[in-house]
């Protein structure tokens, strides 16, 4: 993995029809063909049907598994539970306690450190509140470092981090790390994988940048697969991270659409009114001027420092607080409706403070959606609370990390001491 950044390569969906290669790199294509459907599974998986799916021929797909077992990524289970003759196969699940990612999170608002399993558990976890509204991007890297630190050291003995990535609410230049532009933050042109191979508890991990929003979206429908027993590739809808700023990401087959460039998604910066308030990108009339969780908190009368609790105790006793939140919520349905007659899904998820705000955001959102989106009529769209839970961000940069080891898992084992 490059210590600069970048993404990593992805398998072909899990349980592809397409038979697995014919090649002299035949063994280390199927090894991550297999890890992937473990993985990746709504729910354990047995050898059998890994090599029926996949083609291969049982004692292959032993065999790999076997290999997978051995290097620690693959747990095998109790055998399964049939109702016919024969001798039932052994249910494997991926492994809990050996490799894991390293995500990180920065947040207008908050610092998140998550260390998550290949099982999609969470190995260690830390949340630091504080104020990076134009702050110094070497002080944050610096509190980043040392909360990520006190999460590593930690750690069982068995777990290995195979890496580091680092949620960012920003544009960021693909391949490099460097911060292109956080308009909340109000840093442009950061080195901030720099900064942070500077921390010592970050200087042996190779480590790469993400968008918050995709990486939460990323997060989302790995939550959605496995509470709803469909594989990832089943996954398609609109996601929107509201926080401060407002992230978005289109995810289709379970996985969000970075575009050319990888800055696709900023609903956020979606126009509501041209002459509207100007926006700490520069632009007027900005979502984020109607519906930032900063907006919403000063429409109420609320200062900055007030939490989301704080707010939804009031809304039960204030007007001005019900009057913000109805506000918001019409602002983000015209966002929506304008991104959904663009892009043809029928579930918008509404992630991050959203979550916690969705009584109250998704009765607006879906009338807008009702009487805007051309298509509604004859394909209702389906508005729901996010599933990932809170810092799913750094949830989802733990997962960005573990795809390298899941798309290559012959090169983890080849550079580990496993049998």
Not at 282 to 289: F, M, Y
Request: charged share 20%.
């Amino acid at each position: 993995m490059n210590k600069r950044g970048g993404g990593s390569s992805r398998p072909g969906p899990l349980l592809s029809p397409v038979g697995a290669a014919r090649q002299q790199s035949l063994r280390t294509h199927n090894l991550a063909l297999v890890l992937r459907a473990v993985v990746e599974a709504p729910g354990p998986l047995t050898r059998a049907r890994i090599a029926g799916a996949l083609g291969l021929t049982r004692s292959t797909a032993s065999d790999l598994v076997d290999r997978l077992i051995a290097a620690r990524l693959v747990d095998e289970l109790e055998p399964e539970l049939v109702g016919r003759a024969g001798r039932p196969g052994m249910l494997l699940a991926p492994h809990r306690g050996g490799v894991a990612g390293l995500g990180l999170e920065i947040q207008v608002d908050h610092l998140a450190v998550r260390v998550t399993a290949l099982d999609g558990s969470s190995l260690g976890e830390a949340r630091e509140a504080g104020d990076h509204r134009a702050s110094d991007p070497a002080v944050v890297a610096r509190s980043l470092g040392r909360l990520a630190a006190q999460v590593v050291t930690q750690l069982p003995a068995q777990i290995e981090l195979a890496g580091a990535c680092v949620s960012v609410p920003a544009l960021l230049r693909s391949g490099s790390g460097i911060v292109a532009l956080a308009p909340n933050l109000a840093w442009s042109g950061v080195d901030l994988v720099a900064l942070l191979c500077e921390q010592p508890g970050l200087r042996a991990l190779p480590i790469e940048l993400g968008n918050d929003a995709d990486l939460s979206a990323r997060a989302e429908a790995r939550a959605r697969a496995v509470a709803g027993g469909t594989a990832r590739e089943e996954q398609s809808f609109l996601y929107i991270a509201g926080e401060v700023g407002i992230g978005g990401a289109i995810v289709v087959d379970g996985e969000p659409a970075r575009g050319q460039h990888g800055w696709s998604g900023e609903i956020g910066h979606t126009v509501i009114d041209r002459s509207g308030p100007r926006c700490a990108c520069g632009a007027t009339g900005c979502l984020e001027q109607y519906a930032g969780l900063d907006v919403i908190r000063r429409r109420s009368g609320l200062s900055l420092e007030t939490t989301v609790d704080q707010l939804l105790d009031r809304e039960r006793r204030s007007i001005r607080v019900r009057r913000s939140l109805e506000w918001a919520s019409a602002a983000i349905g015209v966002a929506v409706a304008t991104t959904l007659n663009l892009v043809d899904v029928e579930r918008v998820v509404l992630g991050g403070v959203y979550a916690r705000l969705f009584d109250h955001l998704a009765p607006g959102i879906e009338r807008e959606v009702r009487s805007r989106v051309l298509a509604a009529r004859w394909a209702p769209v389906e508005v729901v609370a996010a599933l990932a839970g809170p810092d799913s961000a750094a949830t989802g940069a733990g997962w960005r990390v573990l795809d390298g080891v899941v798309a290559d898992p012959a090169r983890w084992i080849a550079g580990h001491s496993h049998p």
